[in-house]
């Protein structure tokens, strides 16, 4: 089912998206008036901080809220998807992206758009979901869909890969990859806890579902996780695994 993106809830809920962007921006290094796209720039606060670098920026996103959101910041976006960029031939030096790979359906595509838009020497630096994201919450809300009766609405259709599997991929489009780790990285979640983790993140299931049935897939999701992943003083921490990577053209 379709993900659909909140710029409010997003902003109040998944802070943590962006500010915990620092670690792959460092692997980008934009420098003043190089040409950079942000595939997936969301709402444009991660998007801000290479603007601050004085990169030029392009930010694309397929959220039409998410980019009127990103154009209220100042940022220059348009809507698009990964698979077919509006983009012309070798018109940017680096393509970046943050916490959204995963989400895009068509990989080999959005590679072949990626490997257009760069230039000659060009550097695509990416940061997504790797093997065992999200493990924890995958298997519970997936659980509780099946029980509710509606079990196929807890494929989510993402895709966490290996750093070898997705190296072989990369490599297989033309890209020489320079660096690529795999790393756990438990992150905290904000006041709203797995609650607002569940309704930002699984909105397009959640959407798909009978409306009665919908606070029924939250409580019991979250009541199966919290002995996992809530501590004793009602603090929240997602079970989140990252594939970071820095490949060239």
């Known amino acids: 089912m379709p993900q659909t993106w909140n710029p409010e809830t997003y902003s109040r809920d998944a802070a943590f998206v962006p500010q915990l962007g620092s670690g792959v921006l460092e692997w980008l290094a934009p420098a003043a008036g190089e040409r950079v796209l942000d595939l997936g720039c969301g709402d444009g606060q991660l998007t801000e901080r290479i603007v601050a670098a004085g990169a030029n920026v392009t930010g694309i996103d397929a959220s039409p809220k998410m ?14 998807s990964a698979e077919s960029l509006p983009c012309a031939d070798q018109s940017f030096d680096a393509v970046f992206s943050n916490a959204v790979l995963h989400w895009v359906r068509g990989q080999d595509a959005m590679m072949t758009e990626v490997q257009r838009v760069l230039r000659p020497g060009g550097r695509f630096v990416a940061e997504m979901g790797g093997l065992g994201n999200i493990a924890a919450i995958r298997v519970a809300f997936a659980a509780v869909l099946s029980r509710l009766g509606h079990a196929a609405l807890g494929e989510r259709g993402n895709y966490y890969p290996t750093p070898e599997a997705y190296t072989r991929r990369l490599t297989s489009h033309g890209f020489t990859v320079a660096r690529m780790i ?10 709203g806890g797995m609650t607002a983790w569940l309704n930002t993140f699984c909105r397009g299931a959640l959407d798909a579902l009978p409306e009665e049935l919908r606070e029924t897939a939250v409580t019991e999701t979250v009541a199966l996780l919290a002995p996992a992943l809530c501590d004793e003083e009602g603090n929240w921490t997602a079970d989140y695994v990252r594939l970071r990577f820095l490949a060239t053209t």
């Open 67 to 80: 980019v009127a959101a990103a154009r209220a910041r100042g940022i220059a976006a348009e809507e698009g």
């Open 182 to 191: 795999l790393f756990p990285r438990p992150t905290p979640l904000g006041a």
